[in-house]
């Protein structure tokens, strides 16, 4: 054992010399309302299982495969983008907001859908995209012909008129997908206005009718019994009225072209787009008052700094979203400290957040996948951390089988993010069991020899057999409501504990490093266990770098 190894007792005791365990009381997790506690699992449709073998997954394939939801006890599914879409951005372009998309499925496959899921205690989430339309959809069509009523639907501007007779945007607004944010219009003559793709256009929130025509959109899927939604990129809804240029971003090194060349102060988190949400908010708990049945909720999508994200939450006199993404543990990667850890999770115990429910999360379909990201021997680790820390848990399909990115041809790059969205791998038969053989849209990873669900259902020991296992602890963890965290010096190791009145307590060391950590299980017992750790009973434990357990006393 190296000079490094440190040796901890498993007392509850300060057992990191530099930073003892910084204690932090958690709300008393009694009465919980059902998504304060959830497990929330989500499926991107296309990639889960493809039940016509067409090569896209679909609703009558998210209908087949209930019964690994079911043996996960999660609480609710959110569902990526069904609705009617181009797929320019996988349906995050929609064009009839209240129709299935015909490669998913049809109304009769999503109510069956939604009645199977219920009647197994498992509650749907859909996908909201209120920011922005498919320029296909017909408000779109509309607005550009100026057809009455519908002028306004859209955020248009006339050109900026240069001296030498050529046209150029109203301003210098970007992408997040880069280059300008304003796409021209030949027939209107304008320019609109985009966050996203330019087959993306955003909806003019200060039209009152184009409010209207949202929360219709949101009352018609909760009248068809769905439990919420997450609400797509939340902070881009409003942008600055009179247009202003946003500033360059001092030293950004970036090209002019790249979205974060500029400093968003007049495209993202503005004061209208919070009083949305609160209105959202109303709107839901109205909508649960006077139809009675469990809370309907809603998550929003917020890559936003954490005093925004607070907002979200609420302004200590509005409530907002239920809670708004946790993308902090998204910044973690294969030479993350413990340190970084702490570093990501240490302002959401800030005391401004103690009247909200955290979530945590470590992966979507945005982001390269965790086990690519953080190693894949620290896919046990961060389910834990994420289980351990308490609130809501979101997990990506995939995580708790430790699916990693898949391998893809510059052809089939169509989408960096496609990496992360290769299909689900169920098993050894063709194409991972994603479907009876088509090729998929997106090839199966070549790793699903290896890393498959049925393959981990049969071993004693697997990311699927602790990701279960984590469920349960989640369960109980709600009788544990003192939380302590803590970090070595040097980085190697991270610790939470979670306790109770009456000093029993779980105990989470991930051992990060690249020295073996060694533990004394004194009276504690292992709960859980990453799939690498070796132990042969007795007292002493030592957790290997990667390793992580939750011991329990
Ligand atoms: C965030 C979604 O997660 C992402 O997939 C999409 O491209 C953008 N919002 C635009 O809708």
Not at 326 to 334: A, P, Q, S, T
């Amino acid at each position: 054992m190296g000079k490094f190894v440190l040796i901890i007792l498993a007392t509850f005791v300060a057992i990191l010399n530099a930073s003892p365990l910084k204690h932090s009381q958690i709300r008393q997790e009694e009465n919980l309302d059902w998504w304060q506690n959830a497990v929330v699992y989500q499926i991107y449709p296309r990639s889960f299982r493809d039940s016509n073998n067409d090569g896209v997954g679909d609703l009558r394939g998210i209908i087949e495969k209930i019964d690994h939801l079911i043996d996960l006890e999660v609480d609710a599914i959110w569902l990526s983008p069904i609705y009617k879409s181009p797929m320019i951005d996988n349906g995050y372009d929609i064009s009839d907001y209240r129709t299935i998309d015909e490669v998913f499925g049809n109304m009769d496959d999503f109510m069956e859908l939604l009645d199977k899921y219920h009647k197994a205690g498992i509650k749907v989430l859909l996908d909201f995209v209120p920011n922005h339309t498919s320029d296909q959809h017909e408000w779109f069509n509309k607005s550009v012909s100026k057809e009455p009523g519908y002028e306004d639907y859209y955020i248009w501007a006339a050109p900026k008129l240069n001296e030498n007779g050529t046209r150029s945007p109203p301003n210098n607004w970007l992408s997040v997908f880069d280059n300008s944010a304003w796409t021209w219009n030949e027939q209107r003559q304008e320019y609109y206005f985009h966050q996203f793709y330019s087959a993306q256009p955003d909806l003019n929130f200060r039209n009152a009718k184009v409010q209207q025509e949202l929360k219709d959109v949101m009352a018609y899927w909760l009248d068809m019994g769905v439990d919420g939604f997450r609400i797509d990129a939340v902070p881009h809804i409003y942008e600055d009225a009179e247009l202003k240029d946003e500033p360059v971003n001092p030293d950004s090194g970036l090209n002019p072209t790249d979205y974060n060349y500029l400093n968003h102060i007049y495209t993202k988190d503005q004061n209208e787009t919070f009083s949305l949400v609160y209105d959202w908010r109303a709107f839901m708990d109205n909508y649960t008052k006077a139809n009675g049945g469990d809370t309907r909720i809603f998550m929003t999508e917020c890559a936003s700094d954490l005093d925004k994200i607070l907002y979200y939450y609420g302004n200590g006199e509005k409530l907002g979203a239920h809670f708004s993404f946790n993308f902090n543990l998204l910044g973690l990667d294969v030479n993350s400290t413990s340190k970084d850890i702490n570093d990501k999770i240490d302002p959401w115990f800030d005391r401004k957040f103690n009247n909200y429910t955290k979530n945590w999360l470590t992966g979507n379909h945005d982001n390269p996948r965790a086990a690519s990201r953080m190693g894949p021997n620290h896919v046990d680790a961060y389910n834990m951390l994420i289980t351990i820390l308490g609130g809501v848990t979101v997990t990506y399909m995939g995580e708790e089988i430790g699916q990693e990115n898949g391998e893809l041809t510059p052809e089939e790059m169509t989408d960096a993010r496609n990496l992360e969205r290769t299909p689900f791998q169920w098993d050894t038969t063709v194409n991972a069991g994603f479907n009876d053989g088509a090729t998929p849209w997106l090839p199966v990873s070549k790793k699903y020899l290896e890393t498959n669900l049925a393959d981990q259902k049969n071993k004693t020991i697997s990311h699927y057999k602790n990701y279960k296992q984590l469920v349960q602890l989640k369960k109980d963890l709600v009788n544990y409501s003192s939380l302590g965290y803590g970090y070595d010096e040097i980085g190697n190791v991270f610790v939470v504990s979670r306790t109770n009145g009456r000093s029993q307590y779980y105990r989470y060391i991930f051992n990060i490093g690249r020295e073996g950590y060694e533990i004394k299980l004194g009276s504690s017992s292992l709960f859980v266990q990453s799939v690498n750790v070796s132990y042969s009973p007795g007292d002493t434990l030592v957790l290997q770098p990667g390793d992580s357990i939750i011991l329990k006393a």
